[in-house]
């Protein structure tokens, strides 16, 4: 089993920056890919970011070139660095852990709402 916190969601005027963090314990050994999704109120949750044990990674193409995600693998934490932050970035923001060939574990979510 694997546990997964976020952290670091808040409220932020446009054009701001937020970190998310994520860690997670448990059987962390057993991971491989880890990822950032989001899902605003009356939408579908929609892929942020997703990133392998090895560090590539991949983004949804709205968020490229203003988010980053990144993996402490030494502190089994995940981040995603979001600058340039647009009012439709609003969401929930969950952090997922793949054990198999599918995102299997997921966090509560942290909230990151950008005014305009």
């Known amino acids: 089993q694997v546990q997964l916190v976020e952290s670091g969601g808040g409220l932020v005027q446009a054009g701001g920056s937020l970190r998310l963090s994520c860690t997670a314990t448990g059987s962390v050994f057993e991971i491989n890919a880890m990822g950032w999704f989001r899902q605003a109120p009356g939408k579908e949750r929609e892929l942020v970011a997703h990133i392998s044990t090895s560090g590539m990674t991949e983004y949804a193409d709205s968020m490229k070139g203003r988010f980053t995600i990144s993996r402490d693998n030494a502190k089994n934490t995940l981040y995603l660095q979001m600058n340039s932050l647009k009012p439709e970035d609003t969401a929930m923001y969950y952090c997922?852990?793949?054990?198999?060939?599918?995102?299997?574990?997921w966090g509560q979510g942290t909230q990151v709402t950008v005014s305009s």
């Open positions: 997922a852990a793949s054990t198999a060939h599918t995102y299997n574990y």
